[in-house]
């Protein structure tokens, strides 16, 4: 099955400084990475995505971009806010929507 | 992205019991997935939720142990049977998204056996 890993598992970055995690897979047949943001006692939410016929995606301060020959892919966030703090998981899934999940980043934003 | 309910959202459970959860989406799905998160870690597959036909496990998950309804397009329930610790957990419902593969998920129902 996919094994998706996910570094770093936590990171602290000062207010306005950007934030990258990254994420391997290893099932090739793998099309579709989603991002999520998990806040203490809600469920994920789906804050970006990116598909395996594209390389990079942007939405406002958060972006991702895919190497699907090296099988990683990666969320950046810049200008990074305080309610950016929250935990942050990567996905990797084909087209059973089945999904397989990293281990999640702690992401702590310093004021 | 849909609309999903969960029922309940946190409970506190005696050893040996079991728990029913519910999951209500705002408009029909073919498929509904349940996924546990156990404390501090990562959301893992429990089980496909077809309606009409029964669920499909992941490795590791049982029917006796997490069996699963699916009566019609918009609800199913999850119960966690014979409860120990172990399987003090977040469970969490999952709906495909109308594009593709996207998967939106609802609030979990944050589970503690004592």
């Known amino acids: 099955g996919e094994n998706v890993e996910q570094h770093p598992s936590t990171l602290s970055v000062q207010e306005g400084d950007s934030a990258v995690i990254k994420c391997t897979y290893s099932?090739?047949?793998?099309?579709?990475f989603p991002w999520y943001k998990q806040e203490l006692g809600k469920g994920p939410q789906l804050i970006i995505d990116i598909r395996s016929n594209v390389g990079e995606k942007k939405d406002q301060r958060i972006a991702v971009t895919l190497n699907k020959t090296a099988k990683h892919f990666s969320l950046h966030i810049t200008e990074t806010q305080p309610e950016d703090s929250a935990v942050y998981f990567c996905?990797?899934?084909?087209?059973?929507?089945?999904?397989?999940f990293g281990a999640g980043t702690t992401v702590t934003v310093r004021a | 992205s849909a609309v999903i309910s969960q029922k309940p959202s946190r409970d506190i459970c005696q050893r040996g019991t079991s728990l029913t959860i519910q999951c209500q989406v705002d408009s029909q799905v073919t498929m509904m997935f349940w996924y546990r998160q156990q404390p501090g870690q990562s959301l893992t597959l429990i089980a496909t939720?077809?309606?009409?036909?029964?669920?499909?496990?992941e490795s590791g998950f049982v029917i006796d142990k997490f069996p699963i309804s699916r009566p019609n397009l918009t609800f199913s329930t999850l119960t966690v049977s014979n409860m120990s610790p172990e399987d003090s957990s977040i469970y969490l419902c999952?709906?495909?998204?109308?594009?593709?593969?996207?998967?939106?998920f609802g609030q979990g129902t944050r589970l503690t056996v004592v």
């Open positions: 099932d090739s047949a793998s099309n579709y």
């Open positions: 996905a990797a899934g084909a087209s059973d929507y089945k999904l397989s």
């Open positions: 999952s709906v495909p998204g109308r594009v593709n593969t996207e998967a939106f």
């Open positions: 939720a077809n309606q009409g036909s029964e669920a499909t496990y």
